[in-house]
């Protein structure tokens, strides 16, 4: 994914290697042994979609790295203020505005308070105050304008404790205040949010983090945390002796799961900073204590890259958003393949497609620096349209190639790829009115044919 991940690899293989059987001395949750895992000192970066995800995904790396003696920078894209449901008294009114800010300040405290509980300097704590619940919105179709109304009432940021109060709530701008910070930050190693997170805060943050990072030029270490997926971790709960295994749906992916262990001061005080977070405890207690464990699970990301040929994208077991997901609307795998004339795009599905699901496709191309194309398509009846989501939008609607069988294949608009670096590629499937999957969006790395 990142120029430098390669030598990386080799040397966290080695550390597996010297440190053979090391995983089974404690039984896990998932059977699979995991390879040995090291951040690269001495400046890390972690991204957190929301107050408390430093904590859960990521906060014995934060506590070893600090005891360690290295910088360390946390950046929270939004502070949690669109979780009306924790706000709202029972049978009331819904939330106003300025309840739901005070609630955002209030998880912005509980913040502050968890990430000095594992040794980060507060002038490392950066809050962005984009808006909770909305970030995929940012991403998907609100990049350029017009700024997205948040569920805390706002367009842009309200805060003036935040990295840029008055921010409007656009996806450039996020994209951009995050690219200023890598610049700032020189992090040596990164951790982010996973693609495969099935949380749309969590998938979004992660994908402008990828973006951000290729943009500024970063060349280091970067790795992903899991926090939302079904049957991760295996067991809830409090499990402090219980090693964390990997996520079993994304087993056969291509991201390369790692361990990194813990020590014993680093995981207490990861329970120390997660006890500050008494608002998603009342919320969401098991889920978050069964991450303080001796070891914390990364991800490595497959590194994709398409000149003249095909590459596979493969999704993890089907998680469906709603229960009742049928097979027709369950995506395998996205393959990208670009001949000497142009390039399609194949969704490949559990079952034959249906007219009656509605498969999406969207596209974006860019480089080191200047703009972002983007491609948004939709088959709906066997038919494809195209519909503008920035003002970047590429004026071409592609072709549908084929329709039948367990595939689609869409041909792209030959402008998309035009002077194009790396793209990011997703996908989603609708039942009537309801989302019934969603493809990770994948980086790939445009090579000159």
């Known amino acids: 994914m990142i120029r430098g991940i390669a030598k990386r690899v080799v040397c966290l293989l080695l550390a597996a290697l010297?440190?053979?059987?090391?995983?089974?001395?404690?039984?896990?949750?998932?059977?699979?042994?995991?390879?040995?895992a090291d951040l690269a000192g001495p400046r890390l970066l972690v991204i957190a979609p929301h107050p408390d995800d430093e904590t859960v995904g990521t906060g014995g790396a934060i506590a070893l790295a600090r005891q360690r003696g290295w910088d360390v920078t946390v950046?929270?894209?939004?502070?949690g203020d669109g979780f009306w449901q924790a706000v709202r008294r029972r049978g009331g009114p819904m939330p106003s505005p300025a309840q739901m800010q005070a609630y955002g300040a209030s998880?912005?405290?509980e913040a502050r308070r968890a990430t000095a509980?594992?040794?980060?300097?507060?002038?490392?704590?950066?809050?962005?105050?984009?808006?909770?619940?909305?970030?995929h919105f940012l991403w998907g179709t609100n990049w350029d304008g017009p700024a997205l109304l948040g569920r805390n009432g706002a367009r842009k940021v309200p805060y003036s404790f935040a990295f840029r109060p008055g921010a409007p709530y656009i996806g450039a701008e996020l994209e951009g205040e995050l690219e200023q910070i890598v610049k700032r930050a020189r992090p040596t190693t990164v951790l982010l949010p996973d693609a495969a997170d099935v949380h749309r805060d969590h998938w979004a943050a992660g994908a402008f983090t990828q973006m951000a990072l290729v943009r500024s030029g970063y060349s280091g270490l970067a790795l992903t945390y899991l926090v939302h997926r079904a049957g991760f971790p295996a067991r809830r709960g409090s499990q402090p002796g219980q090693l964390l295994g990997a996520p079993s749906a994304l087993l056969r992916t291509g991201t390369h799961w790692l361990?990194?262990?813990?020590?014993?001061?680093?995981?207490?005080?990861?329970?120390?900073?997660?006890?500050?977070?008494?608002?998603?405890?009342?919320?969401?207690?098991?889920?978050?204590?069964s991450f303080v464990r001796p070891n914390e699970?990364?991800?490595?990301?497959?590194?994709?890259?398409?000149?003249?040929?095909?590459?596979a994208l493969l999704e993890g077991s089907h998680d469906p958003v709603f229960r009742g997901g049928q097979p027709s609307a369950t995506l395998r795998a996205i393959d990208l393949s670009r001949g000497d004339a142009?390039?399609?795009v194949t969704l490949q599905l559990a079952a034959p497609v249906k007219p009656s699901v509605a498969y999406a496709l969207h596209v974006r191309t860019f480089g080191p620096g200047g703009r972002v194309r983007f491609y948004d398509a939709l088959v709906s009846?066997?038919?494809?349209?195209?519909?503008?989501?920035?003002?970047?939008?590429?004026?071409?609607?592609?072709?549908?190639?084929?329709?039948?069988?367990?595939?689609l294949r869409v041909k792209l608009p030959s402008e998309l790829l035009g002077g194009a670096q790396w793209l990011f590629v997703g996908a989603d499937t609708y039942s009537g009115l309801l989302t019934a999957d969603h493809a990770a969006w994948r980086l790939v790395r445009v090579l000159p044919r």
Request: charged content about 15%.
């Open 117 to 135: 509980a594992l040794g980060v300097p507060q002038r490392n704590v950066i809050f962005l105050g984009f808006p909770d619940g909305s970030t």
């Open 342 to 344: 142009s390039a399609t």
């Open 18 to 36: 010297l440190a053979a059987g090391v995983s089974g001395c404690i039984g896990t949750d998932n059977t699979v042994s995991l390879p040995a």
């Open 297 to 311: 699970v990364l991800g490595m990301g497959p590194s994709a890259f398409v000149g003249t040929g095909t590459v």
């Open 259 to 289: 361990s990194l262990p813990v020590s014993d001061s680093a995981r207490q005080a990861q329970a120390a900073a997660l006890a500050d977070y008494a608002s998603q405890l009342r919320s969401d207690g098991p889920l978050l204590r």
């Open 381 to 407: 009846g066997g038919r494809l349209s195209a519909t503008r989501t920035s003002k970047e939008s590429v004026a071409g609607k592609g072709d549908l190639l084929a329709f039948g069988g367990d595939s």
């Open 107 to 109: 998880r912005v405290a």
């Open 75 to 79: 950046v929270f894209v939004t502070s």
